[in-house]
Structures are given as structure tokens and as C-alpha cells.
């Protein structure tokens, strides 16, 4: 062994610039950040050759200090943090004191500063090879600039890893844009190669914040997004989710802030992506720009060289928090506040009263107990009423799935779909003819209309085309159904709990060690799932009981699923997931089929029933259910007044 030495500052900076400075996009992070922490309120990036040849950054924040200038470049250097409680609670950006003097040790490095209230201004500079800084005065506005020429010039191995020019030049402008998102109260501007990419104002209210979001991003997610903003047990979290119908085929549209901070967290994403379980289509990614407002104090940020992962305090309460908030904005989304006629319908319908269909109240009774009964395997006879115009349809399109109960089960929901099924109290007409919708469309004020209007034909078996105050509105028929019929299925199921059966049998399980300390710490949250387990020995488990509805699955997979998701996020998104499977499938085989002729009457009835349901813009496979074709878009494709 060789004899142990302390490394020369030279090359410890660069060992910290392996952490800290990989690509030209690093520099940018780092340095953007300092100006954001000096209170800059206008930032300006010049780029050149996709940052390897050049990166200047101008800010006019406070500035620094003539004495400060040459320390600045000193590892471990700072003005953020002074003792550990600082630590506990950061609020700024940056606070290690590693960044300047990482970058200068594997660049030309010449950093201009001119301090508020002070008549001149100084620039210190230094060259990765010795470190050895010069301090002298400039000219330079209040502010600070921070030019760096030739990266990686002294480490001719680093530099032969970067990609080509765009490839560098598209992972700077993207870091850019996160910290354009993070502070709209600050003006950016990104030029490469001296022409300008990027030129954003302040924002001043929350249209220009959507305006920002719809440059950076696109217009059509803006078009296609919700905003939320709420607010509870110490955290807020606010910002836009981008509706099922506006999914990315890769996670490149997600950004999530903490205190102002980017970050990549695993509960995060397991929180949002459980509020989307239900109507994201296969492989399809979610959308969002949102922002989490928490104590500094309750967040670590100090767990990444980077600082793109955190630790949260109270893990679990984010969690809940992401997902009930993430949920429930979706959940509430009506064919009345859709996308797809958001800026049309703001004036139209903002006077329309709330149009109701089904009440809930008539489905939680004996149809509850009917389609429980009907997943637990057990038949009510005499239960499905009869004479029903939905009813028939059920009996002769749909093909049993497994167990015969559940067809006889779904024709019961078929009966909640009869004129007779509507609020009696509701003075909106239900048209059972061509006419009728007519005369309904022309006698009635523009506010009393629906949000889907009245159905006037169905096309081919598969569409209902309806007319509403904007124009026409095409809706699945099939897909919509599914929708109501599946969220049906999950009030009943959730309102008579989870149902649990012994196992003749019971099944012994190996697990690792910290699971099984999982089932014991988690027992009354599983007992609650419908599972009984109980620990044998520090490895093993033996399940006594399973919920009814998944008694055919594989129960040692399931509860090894449920046990990890305990492990990570305090709460089991597989024993949800497998039971909205089963449920959804019960749905799908139970929904009014293709070919199905259908009255104007249940036409209209399906609609109102779209009306009141959660989620009914999407089906449980998360394909759009219905869209709005306005009388401009149709005055467009037949060139009316051109």
C-alpha cells in the first residue's frame, strides 16, 4: 500500500467537478442557480457552440464583494450556510460551495461583479491548472456576470465523452427551461450562437405563467391541462396536470418543483402515477407541471451532489396529500369544464345550471348489494328489474366472463339507464325523438342546454352524434359506458368494503426479512385490504385470509407487491391496481356493445349519465370517450365565409 497523502486542491476540485460539472448543461444549473440565490430578477445566457466553447451568464442580482471575488472560487466557500441549522432548514438554491470552484478547475474561468451601492466594480479570474486567481477592476452593470471558455480544456478524456453540439446545446436549453418554470417572477433570455432561443418576461399574473408554460412546453398541453391549487396540513401544492387525453409516449413532459427546487423523487412519482392509474392508456405517460410548497425544515435536499432528490420528513403525508389533491382534480372534470371546449364554453355555458342524471343515492341500495354479490361469486335472484329498455341489450351483446352471476349482475346496472332513472325534479327535457331534440334546441335558453347536448343520430352501431350550442359532439358509445359502468362498480365496492374469505389452506410465503417486519407494522392497513397474515419466523408469512374478488390470482406475488408498496409509499397501489382490473373487466364485458341500436331517448340518458360521472372524458383503457367539433371547426372544412 502507498502511504497516505492529502490531495493538492488542483486535483480534489477536479475530483468534485467529476460530481458536479458532466456536461456543459451542469455549468448552466449551477451558475443559473447563484444568480436566482443573489435575487437576480432578469437572467441572460449566451451560448456558444453548445457550451463548450463558451457559457456567459449576466444576471443583476446584489452582486459581490471586492474581498469576496477571490474566495468565491474556493472550495467549500459560501454565503448560504454558516452553521448545521442552516443546513436543516435550506431555502437557497445553492449551498455547498463547490460550483465555481469545480468549473474553474476544468475551464477559463472570469467572473465580474458589481455590488449594489458600491461605485466600481471588480473581476477576479483563473485557469484550471493551478487555481491561481487575479483580482482587478472592470466596468460592468449591477449585477453579475460569469463567463466560461473552454470546458474540460485541462481534461481532454472528459471532453471526448460529450455528444455532439445539439445534443449538448438541447440538455442546456432544457435546464433552462426547468429554471424558467421555477421562478416566473424572473425574466430569461438564451441565445446560441448569437441568436436568440428563448426570450421570457416576467409574469405578472397567472395568464402569463400559462402563457410561459404554453412556450416552453406547448400550447396544446395548456389547452389540455387542469390548474389546481391547494392547500393542507402545511403543504400546498398548485400548478397544471395535463388531462388522460394529452399523454406523452416517453416522461419528457414532467416537472416537479419543491420550494422552487427540480427534483426527481420516487414517492412523487408514485403518488402521481397512481392518481392516474385509472385513466392513462397503456404505456402512456402523464404530463404535468406542478409545484409542492412544504417547510424547509420537513425536506432534506442535501442527499444528491446535484440536489435533484429529497428526503421527505413525513413521507407518507406527502403521498396522500399528492394523490387525494392529483385525484380529485381529475376526478371532478365534467363534459362541462372539458378541454376540448374550454375556451368556447367559458362565456357560453357560465350561467348553466348543473345538470343532473343518475343520482347517486339510487345506486347505492340494493344494486350495491347486487354487483357485490355478483364479484363475490354469490347470485340474488329476482334483483334485475325487468321491462328496462338497456336491460336486453346487456343479455344478448355481452359474453360471460368466468362466472355467469357477473353478466346477470351488470344487466342490473343496465336498469339504472330508463328515462325513469332521471331526477324527476330536473326541468331539462328528456327528448325521445329528431323532433323533440329540435324543439328542445330551439326553445330553451342557451344556458339551459347541456354540456353534451341532445342526442340526433347513431352512426354505424358505434357513435351517437349529438347537438350542443357549440356544434356537434361525437361520443363512444361503448367507451362511455364503460367509464359509468366501471365507476359504479368502485362506489359499490368501496361503500361494502373489501369482503375476505379463510383459506381452506393457509399459504406460507417466503419474504426477506424487512417485508415481513412490513406486514406487522402495516397489519390494520392490510387487515383493510381483506388480507389476514401472519408472521411464523423472521422470513415467512402465512396468508389465512384473501379478498374474495381475488381469490383466483397469484396470492404470493400479490402479497409481496402489496408488502413492497408499504415499503416505498406507506400504501399498496398493487392491491388497487388488481382490484379496478377486475372491476374494469367487469365493465368492459358488461357495457352496451357495438351494433347495439339505440333509442333517442337511452341516446340522451347515456349522455346525462356522462354528465355527473367522474372521469367520463376517458374509459378505464384511457381512450378518449367523446370529443367537440364547434360550428367554426365545421364552417372550416366546408369553407364557409372564405
Same mark, same amino acid.
Given at each position: 500500500?502507498?502511504?497516505?497523502?492529502?490531495?493538492? *486542491?488542483?486535483?480534489?476540485?477536479?475530483?468534485?467537478?467529476?460530481? &458536479?460539472?458532466? $456536461?456543459?448543461?451542469?455549468?448552466?444549473?449551477?451558475?443559473?442557480?447563484?444568480?436566482?440565490? %443573489?435575487?437576480?430578477?432578469?437572467?441572460?445566457?449566451?451560448?456558444?457552440?453548445?457550451?463548450?466553447?463558451?457559457?456567459?451568464?449576466?444576471?443583476?442580482?446584489?452582486?459581490?464583494?471586492?474581498?469576496?471575488?477571490?474566495?468565491?472560487?474556493?472550495?467549500?466557500?459560501?454565503?448560504?450556510?454558516?452553521?448545521?441549522?442552516?443546513?436543516?432548514?435550506?431555502?437557497?438554491?445553492?449551498?455547498?460551495?463547490?460550483?465555481?470552484?469545480?468549473?474553474?478547475?476544468?475551464?477559463?474561468?472570469?467572473?465580474?461583479?458589481?455590488?449594489?451601492?458600491?461605485?466600481?466594480?471588480?473581476? &477576479?479570474?483563473?485557469?484550471?491548472?493551478?487555481?491561481?486567481?487575479?483580482?482587478?477592476?472592470? #466596468?460592468?452593470?449591477?449585477?453579475?456576470?460569469?463567463?466560461?471558455?473552454?470546458?474540460?480544456?485541462?481534461?481532454? #478524456?472528459? $471532453?471526448?465523452?460529450?455528444?455532439?453540439?445539439?445534443?449538448?446545446?438541447?440538455?442546456?436549453?432544457? &435546464?433552462?427551461? /426547468?429554471? #424558467?418554470?421555477?421562478?416566473?417572477?424572473?425574466?430569461?433570455?438564451?441565445?446560441?450562437?448569437?441568436?436568440?432561443?428563448?426570450?421570457? /418576461?416576467?409574469?405578472?399574473?397567472?395568464?402569463?405563467?400559462?402563457?410561459?408554460?404554453?412556450?416552453?412546453?406547448?400550447?396544446?398541453?395548456?389547452?389540455?391541462?387542469?390548474?389546481?391549487?391547494?392547500?393542507?396540513?402545511?403543504?400546498?401544492?398548485?400548478?397544471?396536470?395535463?388531462?388522460?387525453?394529452?399523454?406523452?409516449?416517453?416522461?419528457?413532459?414532467? @416537472?416537479?418543483?419543491?420550494?422552487?427546487?427540480?427534483?426527481?423523487?420516487?414517492?412523487?412519482?408514485?403518488?402521481? /402515477?397512481?392518481?392516474?392509474?385509472?385513466?392513462?392508456?397503456?404505456?402512456? +405517460?402523464?404530463?404535468?407541471?406542478?409545484?409542492? =410548497?412544504?417547510?424547509?425544515?420537513?425536506?432534506?435536499?442535501?442527499?444528491?451532489?446535484?440536489?435533484?432528490?429529497?428526503?421527505?420528513?413525513?413521507?407518507?403525508?406527502?403521498?396522500?396529500?399528492?394523490? $387525494?389533491?392529483? +385525484?380529485?382534480?381529475?376526478? =371532478?372534470?365534467?363534459? !362541462?369544464?372539458?378541454?376540448?371546449?374550454?375556451?368556447?364554453? =367559458?362565456?357560453?355555458?357560465?350561467?348553466?345550471?348543473?345538470?343532473?342524471?343518475?343520482?347517486?343515492?339510487?345506486?347505492?341500495?340494493?344494486?350495491?348489494?347486487?354487483?357485490?354479490?355478483?364479484?363475490?361469486?354469490?347470485?340474488?335472484?329476482?334483483?334485475?328489474?325487468?321491462?328496462?329498455?338497456?336491460?336486453?341489450?346487456?343479455?344478448?351483446?355481452?359474453?360471460?366472463?368466468?362466472?355467469?352471476?357477473?353478466?346477470?349482475?351488470?344487466?342490473? @346496472?343496465?336498469?339504472?339507464?330508463?328515462?325513469?332513472?332521471?331526477? %324527476?325534479?330536473?326541468?331539462?327535457?328528456? *327528448?325521445?325523438?329528431?323532433?323533440?331534440?329540435?324543439?328542445?334546441?330551439?326553445?330553451?335558453?342557451?344556458?339551459? &342546454?347541456? *354540456?353534451?347536448?341532445?342526442?340526433?343520430?347513431?352512426?354505424?352501431?358505434?357513435?351517437?352524434?349529438?347537438?350542443?350550442?357549440?356544434?356537434?359532439?361525437?361520443?363512444?358509445?361503448?367507451?362511455?359506458?364503460?367509464?359509468?359502468?366501471?365507476?359504479?362498480?368502485?362506489?359499490?365496492?368501496?361503500?361494502?368494503?373489501?369482503?375476505?374469505?379463510?383459506?381452506?389452506? *393457509?399459504?406460507?410465503?417466503?419474504?426477506?426479512?424487512?417485508?415481513?417486519?412490513? %406486514?406487522?407494522?402495516?397489519?390494520?392497513?392490510?387487515?383493510?385490504?381483506?388480507?389476514?397474515?401472519?408472521?411464523?419466523?423472521?422470513?415467512?408469512?402465512?396468508?389465512?385470509?384473501?379478498?374474495?374478488?381475488?381469490?383466483?390470482?397469484?396470492? !404470493?406475488?400479490?402479497?409481496?407487491?402489496?408488502?413492497?408498496?408499504?415499503?416505498?409509499?406507506?400504501?399498496?397501489?398493487?392491491?388497487? !391496481?388488481?382490484?379496478?382490473?377486475?372491476?374494469?373487466?367487469?365493465?368492459?364485458?358488461?357495457?352496451?356493445?357495438?351494433?347495439?341500436?339505440?333509442?333517442? %331517448?337511452?341516446?340522451?340518458?347515456?349522455?346525462?349519465?356522462?354528465?355527473?360521472?367522474?372521469?367520463?372524458?376517458?374509459?378505464?383503457?384511457?381512450?378518449?370517450?367523446?370529443?367537440?367539433?364547434?360550428?367554426?371547426?365545421?364552417?372550416?372544412?366546408?369553407?364557409?365565409?372564405?
Amino acid at each position: 500500500m502507498k502511504r497516505i497523502e492529502i490531495l493538492s *486542491p488542483r486535483l480534489a476540485n477536479q475530483i468534485a467537478a467529476g460530481e &458536479v460539472v458532466e $456536461r456543459p448543461a451542469n455549468v448552466v444549473k449551477e451558475l443559473v442557480e447563484n444568480s436566482l440565490d %443573489a435575487g437576480a430578477t432578469r437572467v441572460e445566457v449566451d451560448i456558444e457552440q453548445g457550451g463548450v466553447k463558451l457559457i456567459r451568464i449576466r444576471d443583476n442580482g446584489f452582486g459581490i464583494e471586492k474581498d469576496d471575488l477571490p474566495l468565491s472560487l474556493s472550495r467549500h466557500a459560501t454565503s448560504k450556510i454558516k452553521e448545521l441549522d442552516d443546513l436543516e432548514a435550506v431555502q437557497s438554491l445553492g449551498f455547498r460551495g463547490e460550483a465555481l470552484a469545480s468549473i474553474a478547475s476544468v475551464s477559463r474561468l472570469v467572473l465580474s461583479s458589481h455590488e449594489k451601492d458600491h461605485e466600481e466594480a471588480w473581476q &477576479v479570474s483563473a485557469e484550471g491548472r493551478d487555481m491561481a486567481t487575479e483580482t482587478k477592476p472592470c #466596468a460592468h452593470p449591477v449585477g453579475t456576470t460569469v463567463e466560461m471558455r473552454d470546458l474540460f480544456f485541462n481534461t481532454p #478524456a472528459r $471532453r471526448k465523452f460529450l455528444r455532439t453540439e445539439k445534443t449538448e446545446f438541447n440538455h442546456l436549453e432544457e &435546464v433552462v427551461k /426547468r429554471m #424558467a418554470l421555477s421562478r416566473y417572477d424572473v425574466a430569461f433570455q438564451l441565445r446560441h450562437n448569437q441568436k436568440v432561443v428563448h426570450s421570457l /418576461r416576467q409574469c405578472a399574473s397567472q395568464f402569463d405563467q400559462e402563457k410561459r408554460v404554453a412556450t416552453l412546453l406547448s400550447a396544446q398541453f395548456m389547452k389540455e391541462a387542469v390548474h389546481i391549487d391547494m392547500e393542507g396540513a402545511g403543504l400546498k401544492l398548485w400548478g397544471w396536470v395535463g388531462l388522460p387525453t394529452f399523454s406523452r409516449s416517453q416522461a419528457d413532459m414532467q @416537472y416537479f418543483f419543491v420550494n422552487g427546487r427540480i427534483v426527481r423523487d420516487k414517492l412523487v412519482a408514485h403518488a402521481i /402515477r397512481q392518481a392516474y392509474q385509472d385513466v392513462l392508456y397503456h404505456g402512456r +405517460h402523464s404530463a404535468f407541471v406542478l409545484y409542492l =410548497e412544504v417547510d424547509p425544515s420537513l425536506v432534506d435536499v442535501n442527499v444528491h451532489p446535484t440536489k435533484h432528490e429529497v428526503r421527505f420528513r413525513d413521507g407518507r403525508l406527502v403521498h396522500d396529500f399528492l394523490f $387525494r389533491t392529483l +385525484h380529485r382534480a381529475l376526478g =371532478e372534470v365534467r363534459p !362541462e369544464s372539458g378541454p376540448n371546449a374550454r375556451a368556447e364554453t =367559458e362565456a357560453a355555458l357560465q350561467q348553466q345550471p348543473q345538470v343532473s342524471g343518475v343520482q347517486a343515492g339510487e345506486f347505492a341500495g340494493q344494486n350495491n348489494m347486487a354487483l357485490l354479490s355478483g364479484a363475490a361469486g354469490g347470485h340474488q335472484s329476482g334483483q334485475s328489474p325487468v321491462g328496462q329498455p338497456w336491460q336486453s341489450g346487456f343479455q344478448n351483446g355481452t359474453q360471460p366472463i368466468g362466472e355467469n352471476q357477473v353478466q346477470n349482475q351488470m344487466a342490473t @346496472y343496465g336498469a339504472m339507464h330508463s328515462n325513469a332513472g332521471f331526477n %324527476a325534479s330536473s326541468n331539462i327535457p328528456m *327528448p325521445s325523438t329528431i323532433a323533440d331534440t329540435q324543439a328542445a334546441m330551439q326553445s330553451h335558453e342557451q344556458q339551459e &342546454v347541456p *354540456p353534451l347536448g341532445y342526442a340526433v343520430a347513431q352512426l354505424h352501431g358505434i357513435y351517437i352524434l349529438s347537438q350542443n350550442q357549440l356544434g356537434m359532439v361525437i361520443v363512444d358509445m361503448h367507451a362511455a359506458h364503460e367509464r359509468i359502468t366501471y365507476e359504479r362498480l368502485k362506489t359499490a365496492y368501496d361503500e361494502q368494503g373489501i369482503p375476505s374469505q379463510p383459506l381452506l389452506v *393457509p399459504d406460507t410465503i417466503n419474504v426477506s426479512s424487512e417485508q415481513a417486519d412490513m %406486514a406487522e407494522q402495516h397489519a390494520e392497513e392490510i387487515s383493510k385490504l381483506g388480507f389476514s397474515l401472519q408472521r411464523l419466523g423472521p422470513e415467512s408469512l402465512v396468508i389465512r385470509q384473501m379478498p374474495i374478488l381475488l381469490r383466483n390470482s397469484n396470492s !404470493e406475488a400479490l402479497v409481496v407487491k402489496v408488502l413492497e408498496d408499504f415499503r416505498v409509499a406507506g400504501s399498496s397501489r398493487h392491491m388497487t !391496481e388488481f382490484r379496478n382490473e377486475v372491476l374494469s373487466s367487469m365493465a368492459c364485458h358488461g357495457s352496451v356493445r357495438a351494433n347495439r341500436q339505440l333509442t333517442i %331517448a337511452e341516446m340522451n340518458g347515456l349522455l346525462r349519465d356522462m354528465e355527473i360521472t367522474e372521469r367520463s372524458g376517458q374509459c378505464n383503457h384511457g381512450r378518449p370517450t367523446w370529443t367537440q367539433l364547434s360550428m367554426k371547426e365545421l364552417d372550416k372544412l366546408f369553407m364557409r365565409g372564405q
